[in-house]
């Protein structure tokens, strides 16, 4: 869920199992967990906009402990923040202890099955977020209900994207092949990422007309999914910036090939993604620990594998201090 910290003053805490609510930043024990050590962007970014996602709590025996969001609750405290959002489960400790396992999973999972387990953990909040808007939507005053439309829309598609994109990883082939207007798919991602686009405030500029009059013979809900993954974790990327502005464009090569770039102007990004990407998939890191993969690098890897299935090429170009994802498909004109 995104959602700066006035979002969710008014928010009816009273629902069952999970609530959204906001919690005094001295009442949230977090355990013996070692002390996290904030960046100063996030303490400035939380100064500026309060906490954009929310906590993951349990609350037992009138006590609320931290499932995950330590950081977030380090830099909320840093940066003189008296209460923040979170999302509260009403559990028992079994059922917390998995949850925590989901949100904080250590990367100890064969190869195979490490990259889909990294996106359950992202999904398993935003379903988290969905249960919750939902219970709070038919009482909410029209300002929370607008703002809760938003996140439950925005959360659906990010869910549908990371189920798509761990399909993606899954695959050797490309199963459902469908001809598609290179536009039309494109003004649908545009859609999809509209709501999250909303909460955090983020410029997103299109130049997509050239696609229009050229056709795609793609399995479009998974590179509709996979596209609208990566603008949503490069959104996410872009959280504390000044001003970031990201775009979308689409470029005819020629007859037969129609790029489609992602740039943004912020952050610079690892643009070695062939390397990159078969290490995190083969877990070929060597003698050390497998490090843990943000849900981000795993949704360009997802792409780069979809891709590849569509006989196709993606590339990752820094410039400045931002970064441009590219990807290169088969087209062929209306």
């Known amino acids: 869920m995104r959602a700066d910290a006035h979002y969710v003053e008014q928010l009816d805490a009273r629902a069952p199992v ?6 005094a930043v001295h009442a949230i024990d977090c355990g013996d967990s070692r002390p996290v050590e904030p960046s100063p962007a996030l303490i400035e970014s939380i100064k500026r906009h309060g906490v954009l996602e929310p906590l993951v709590l349990q609350r037992s025996g009138g006590a609320y402990h931290t499932l995950a969001g330590a950081k977030r609750l380090a830099a909320a405290r840093a ?19 998995a949850l925590r396992e989901a949100l904080t999973r250590t990367p100890g999972a064969p190869a195979a099955s490490m990259p889909p387990a990294a ?4 999904l398993v909040e935003s379903l988290s977020t969905l249960q919750s808007c939902a219970s709070l939507i038919k009482s909410a ?15 659906a598609h990010r869910s549908m994207a990371l189920l798509q994109a761990s399909q993606v990883l899954r695959q050797t082939a490309v199963r459902a092949r469908s001809r598609v207007a290179a536009a039309a798919m494109l003004d649908r991602v545009v859609a999809a990422v509209e709501p999250e686009r909303r909460l955090r405030r983020i410029a997103l500029d299109t130049a997509i007309d050239v696609a229009r009059g050229v056709e795609l013979r793609v399995d479009v809900n998974l590179l509709e999914g996979s596209l609208t993954l990566v603008i949503l974790t490069t959104m996410a990327l872009l959280e504390g910036m000044e001003e970031p502005t990201m775009t979308l464009s689409a470029v005819a090569e020629d007859r037969s090939r129609l790029s489609i770039t992602i740039s943004q102007d912020a ?9 990159y990407a078969d290490a995190v998939l083969t877990g070929s890191h060597g003698s050390g620990p497998r490090p843990v993969v943000p849900v981000g690098t795993l949704a360009i890897v997802a792409l780069r594998r979809l891709v590849q299935l569509h006989d196709g090429r993606l590339q990752i170009t820094s410039f400045g201090a931002g970064a441009q994802v590219a990807l290169e498909l088969p087209a062929t004109r209306l």
């Open 79 to 97: 940066a003189g923040l008296r209460e923040v959002p979170c999302l509260v489960h009403h559990v028992g400790d079994d059922h917390a202890r």
């Open 141 to 155: 005053t029209p300002l929370t209900r607008s703002v809760s439309i938003d996140l439950l829309q925005a959360e």
């Open 18 to 23: 999970t609530t959204v609510q906001l919690v």
């Open 119 to 122: 996106f359950e953990t992202s």
């Open 267 to 275: 952050v610079p990004m690892h643009d070695d993604v062939d390397a």
